[in-house]
Each structure stands twice: as structure tokens, then as C-alpha cells.
């Protein structure tokens, strides 16, 4: 059965759309004392009125708690768990990676490889970027990462189809061709695209630096954005360009960034002001989400260091920190429903489930929550809460490796309660579980991504200023 993320589009019909808003609309104190556990009286998760009051735009980013999670420093035993964790759940991309094509499977068994041919051009991308985080810890021989790289590049530079420079989210590994009649994806391309720059910014490599900037200036984002004023989200041979658009706050910051930093199809700078932040309300507190799973507020700042930085709307870093702490507020109040849910084991996100692949999450709720819990959702948060997230994953790592914890890491998802485990592992959520434990512990990914020129001139483009100078991590 294929899997997609055709669901995306539902629940995204069904987000709030809401004009403009900022994030942190509650007082620097009440949101201090959120973010530090001393929450206010519990109240309904929902958006909030569209007239929400907007407060005075701050000249620099107040102090909101003391332990900030980008000064948080690990101890020896910890940096060794989040290590084991990375090299395991990097051999997915090692083993499920075509020597001859470069691309990644999107899922594999958990217990290793198996007969499945379906690529993702956005595990490819986290793929590339795990390439970069292996080479710099010596995980594999340099020159055969360096090869795997040239490899992937090449082909994807002269053997797969793209439109306007856009890719297939499904490809067949062996040959690059389109599986699924999956839709050209404008996020998934974006994906793919960051670690393609990552790879042109990491490695001293002529031949790596020339097809990178070759996959990257093809790309057509004003075709993507079709006279409108927002990007659609793909586009298929058989029906044209899908209706749904990336007009609200998502995973999308990716998307708008790199078109704006394009020196060859560059996006207008009003792209970037035209999807709405719809304020959402959780005990008291007010951020910028939508009716989606929680990576929506991981997936970009996995390449694009936000910390210390914000645009006209909002600081997106402390944002993603506030979205982070009440989804684990938000589970720990089902575990009225679900008792496995506490403070050690928490989070869930778009994942496999016993009824397949599913987009759920909350708050507000989304999906049939039965007490499952994904590894990805509070690995993915490690840059936002470092001890909370960790806390969760050694708890797994204690209390159910051996079911859990297989040939590539965590299983995708597994539920206590009713002791279903799933039996894969799929490339997305290994790719935000290794990149953003290694942004935890090092920044790596950031400080190589943010090299491009790309990624620089698109954020200026966006109107992002520096509110103080960002602090490198575990300094």
C-alpha cells in the first residue's frame, strides 16, 4: 500500500485561517512561567479570535527563561546516547541508499532491508544532509561518502524527470522514475534542495559544488507559484497543479526561503507576507500553529537556524519552544484517556499507526489518539527542549528496546497499551531524529546549511533582523 502525504491537504483545508498575529501575545512573564512548567489554569486548546489584540513589535528577544535551550549543555552521558542514536538511525541511509542512484527508500523494515523499491526525494534530502553529519564524525570511509554524494547528485541532475526543476516525491530507486502517479511536491523538493546545499556548503568539492548549484538554479519557483500570491503544493501530469496552497503557517518557511534566495527564479518578497499565522490558545498562551501534527514546527528549522533572529511576524525559534512544550502539556492531560502518557514518555506525530499511516496529533486533537507514541516527535524537538525531549527517548530506549529499538533505531511508532509496535522505519522521521539531535548537541547542520548564500539572502529577503547574537550551542 503506498503511503503519502495526500492527508497533509485534508487537515490543512482545515486549519485556521486567521490574518496575521504574532506569537508570545501573553506577557513576557506569564510565558516565562509557561515555559517553566508554572502553567495557568487549564482552559480549551483552540485558535484564537482572529481580532487577538497584537502587541508592540520588541527591538530584541526578552530573556524567557533561564534555561535556554540553545545554552543547554549535555554531559558526557548524555552526548553518547544522542550519538548512538544518530550512528544507529544513520545506517537507514547507509544500507536503504541505491549505490548507483543515490536515492533513499522511503520506509524499510525496522529490522533492516527488504523488497521495496519506492524512493522519496525528501528522504533523499535527509539523506544527503545525514551523509554530512556522518562524514564529519567518521562514521564511514570519506571517500565513500563523498562518492555516495557525487552519485546522488549526478544522477538527479541527468537521469530524473523533473518539472521546472521540481521532483516526484515517489521515485522508483532503481531507475528515478515516478511510482505512485505521486504529485511533483513543492515541500519535498524543498527537502531534498536543503540537503543538496547542505552537501554544496559541507564538502570541498568542485564536482559536488557544480551539480548542487545546477539542481538548485533549474528550480522554477514562480511556475510553482503561478501568478498567485501564495505557492501551490504540487503539481501531476494527469490533473494539473494542486488546488490546496501553502497559504498558512506549516513546515512550508523552507519553501518560501529558498525561492526568495534564488538568484535565477526569484520569488516576489510579498510571498513571504501573504500565508497567514493563525494564533492558536492553550492554557492561557497563545502561539502561531494549525490543526497539524507537531513536525510543522521542526521540519525547516532542521537547515534554517532561526535562533536569535525574527521577521515583521514573529520569533519562529521560540515559537516552535512554546508549540513543543504545550503538545507535551497537551499529552500529558490525555493521560486521563491513555495512562501510559507522562512525563517520560510523550509526543506524537505523523507516523505509522495500527490503522497505517496517519497525520495526528494536537492540540487541538487530530486523528484517532490511542496512546501511540512516535520517537520522531520529541527527537525532532531536541533543539527546542533538550531535557524534556531527552528525557522521553532514554526512557524508550530503557523500557522498550526490544521491541522498540531495532536495526536503524526506534521503530516508527508503537503503543504500550495495547503492545502493537510498528513493524518500519520511514526515511522523514529517521532524517528529523538524526538532524536534529545533531543540531541539539553541535549546531552542525545549521552552521553548514546557513554557508549558502541562498539561505542568507532568502531570510534577509524575508525581512528577518537579529534580535541578539545567537549563541553557539553547549558553549
Not at 57 to 67: A, I, S, V
Not at 69 to 78: I, V
Not at 296 to 313: E, K, L, T, V
Not at 395 to 409: D, I, L, P, S, V
Amino acid at each position: 500500500m503506498k503511503r503519502g502525504r495526500f492527508s497533509r491537504r485534508d487537515w490543512l483545508r482545515q486549519a485556521a485561517q486567521l490574518a496575521g498575529g504574532l506569537p508570545l501575545a501573553a506577557s513576557p512573564t506569564l510565558i516565562s512561567e509557561f515555559l517553566q512548567g508554572r502553567q495557568p489554569a487549564k482552559q480549551r486548546s483552540q485558535p484564537a479570535p482572529p481580532h487577538a489584540p497584537v502587541p508592540q513589535q520588541p527591538t530584541e528577544r526578552p530573556p524567557l527563561f533561564e534555561n535556554d535551550p540553545t545554552k543547554y549543555r549535555f554531559t558526557r552521558d548524555e552526548d553518547e546516547f544522542l550519538e548512538s542514536i544518530e550512528r544507529t538511525t544513520f545506517q537507514f541511509f547507509w544500507n536503504e541508499t541505491n549505490p548507483v542512484t543515490g536515492l533513499v527508500k522511503d520506509r524499510s523494515h525496522a529490522d533492516g532491508t527488504d523488497q521495496r523499491n519506492a524512493a522519496s526525494i525528501a528522504a533523499t534530502g535527509f539523506g544527503l544532509t545525514a551523509h554530512c553529519i556522518a562524514d564529519q564524525r567518521g562514521w564511514e570511509q570519506r571517500m565513500e561518502i563523498r562518492d555516495r554524494v557525487r552519485n546522488t547528485l549526478r544522477f538527479v541532475a541527468t537521469r530524473v524527470q523533473h518539472e521546472h526543476g521540481f521532483y516526484a516525491h515517489f521515485l522508483n530507486i532503481q531507475n528515478g522514475e515516478r511510482v505512485f502517479q505521486s504529485e511533483v511536491s513543492s515541500i519535498d523538493t524543498a527537502i531534498f534542495l536543503c540537503g543538496v546545499l547542505t552537501c554544496r556548503a559541507y564538502f570541498d568539492d568542485a564536482e559536488i559544488y557544480e551539480l548542487a548549484t545546477t539542481i538548485f538554479e533549474r528550480v522554477d519557483w514562480l511556475w510553482m507559484l503561478q501568478g498567485h500570491k501564495t505557492l501551490a503544493m504540487g503539481w501531476t501530469p494527469e490533473y494539473g497543479f494542486i488546488k490546496t496552497r501553502w497559504d498558512s503557517y506549516s513546515e512550508h518557511m523552507m519553501i518560501y526561503l529558498l525561492g526568495l534566495g534564488s538568484a535565477t527564479h526569484t520569488l516576489p518578497p510579498a510571498t513571504w507576507s501573504a500565508w497567514s499565522r493563525p494564533l492558536f490558545e492553550f492554557n492561557g498562551i497563545r502561539y502561531i500553529s494549525a490543526k497539524a501534527p507537531i513536525f510543522i514546527h521542526q521540519y525547516s528549522q532542521a537547515w534554517f537556524d532561526f535562533r536569535g533572529r525574527r521577521d515583521h511576524f514573529a520569533d519562529y525559534f521560540t515559537n516552535s519552544v512554546i508549540a513543543t512544550k504545550v503538545h507535551k502539556l497537551w499529552c500529558l492531560e490525555l493521560a486521563q484517556q491513555f495512562p501510559d502518557y507522562s512525563e517520560d514518555l510523550w509526543g506524537i506525530t505523523a507516523s505509522d499507526s495500527v490503522r497505517g499511516y496517519t497525520a495526528w496529533g494536537g492540540p487541538p486533537e487530530m486523528g484517532r489518539i490511542d496512546g501511540s507514541v512516535v520517537s520522531c516527535a520529541t527527537a525532532g524537538s531536541l533543539p527546542f527542549l533538550p531535557q524534556e525531549c531527552l528525557r522521553v527517548l532514554r526512557y524508550m530506549r530503557e523500557n522498550y528496546a526490544q521491541k522498540a529499538w531495532r536495526t536503524y533505531g526506534f521503530v516508527d511508532a508503537f503503543n504500550p497499551l495495547t503492545n502493537w509496535y510498528s513493524a518500519d522505519v520511514l526515511g522523514i522521521d529517521l532524517g528529523i531524529t538524526i538532524l536534529m539531535a545533531e543540531n541539539a548537541r553541535t549546531g552542525f547542520v545549521w552552521e553548514q546549511f546557513m554557508k549558502n548564500d541562498e539561505a542568507i539572502r532568502g531570510m534577509t529577503r524575508a525581512g528577518f533582523h537579529e534580535l541578539v547574537s545567537p549563541q553557539p550551542l553547549n558553549s
